[in-house]
C-alpha cells in the first residue's frame, strides 16, 4: 500500500522559509531527494509521485505520494481527505509532517494518534477525516525566547544560522521518511526515538 506523506505549512513565498511551514520545506527536499516534481492536483495540493529510497538487492523503493498543500494551515483538513479519497489511502497510510512547538528545536518524533496539541492544521485534518488515528512526524521548533508571542516566533522568517540548523533537522527528516516507506513504520519509531 502506498504511504501519502503530506507536510504542512502556509501557501505563498510570505511564509516559505518559517517554522510553521517546515512541513512544506521536508516535502521539497524529499521531491527533490528522491527525483519527484510536485504538480498542481485538483484537490488543492501540489503532488509528487516518486520511488522512495532502495529496496534490499538494489530495487527501487516503493511508489510514494509526496505532498504540500495549497491553502492555509488551519484548513488543511479538506485538501488532505480529498487526496485519501482520490487515491483510496486509508488513514493508517497517512503521514501529516508538521511543526510542534513542544518539542526541542531540530527534535524529531513519530506517532499515530493522540492530541493535536493545539496544532490547527493537526485538528482541522481530524476533523476532515472523522478519525485521529493517522501517523505524524513531529518536527521540534522549540518554544519562542522571552514574551514573543508564538504565532509571531512561528510565522517569522528563519535566516542564517538558525536556518541553517532547520535545513539540517528537514534532511534528518526526509530520511526518517524514506525509512518508514522502505521498512515499516514502528521499525522506524524505535530506531528514531532510540537515536535520541
Not at 521531491?31 to 527501487?60: C, Q
Request: with cysteine; glycine share 14%.
Amino acid at each position: 500500500m502506498t504511504w501519502l506523506v503530506v507536510g504542512l505549512g502556509n501557501p505563498g513565498q510570505k511564509y516559505e522559509r518559517t517554522r510553521h511551514s517546515v512541513g512544506h520545506m521536508v516535502i521539497n527536499a524529499a521531491a527533490e531527494k528522491f527525483g519527484g516534481t510536485l504538480k498542481k492536483h485538483r484537490a488543492g495540493a501540489f503532488l509528487a509521485e516518486p520511488r522512495v529510497g532502495t529496496m534490499p538487492g538494489g530495487a527501487p523503493g516503493p511508489k510514494t505520494m509526496l505532498a504540500t498543500l495549497t491553502c492555509f494551515m488551519n484548513v488543511s483538513g479538506g485538501p488532505v481527505a480529498q487526496l485519501c479519497k482520490y487515491y483510496d489511502v486509508p488513514a493508517d497510510k497517512l503521514l501529516v509532517v508538521h511543526d510542534d512547538l513542544d518539542l526541542p528545536d531540530g527534535q524529531l518524533r513519530l506517532k499515530v494518534g493522540g492530541g493535536e496539541g493545539g496544532h490547527n492544521g493537526l485538528r482541522s485534518i481530524s476533523k476532515s477525516l472523522g478519525t485521529k488515528h493517522y501517523a505524524r512526524l513531529r518536527v521540534g521548533i522549540g518554544r519562542p525566547q522571552g514574551r514573543q508571542d508564538p504565532a509571531d516566533y512561528v510565522l517569522a522568517p528563519v535566516a542564517g544560522k538558525a536556518l541553517t540548523e532547520l535545513e539540517v533537522t528537514v534532511a534528518r527528516a526526509v530520511d526518517v521518511i524514506e525509512d518508514i516507506v522502505t521498512t515499516d513504520f514502528l521499525g522506524a519509531q524505535m530506531r528514531l526515538h532510540s537515536n535520541g
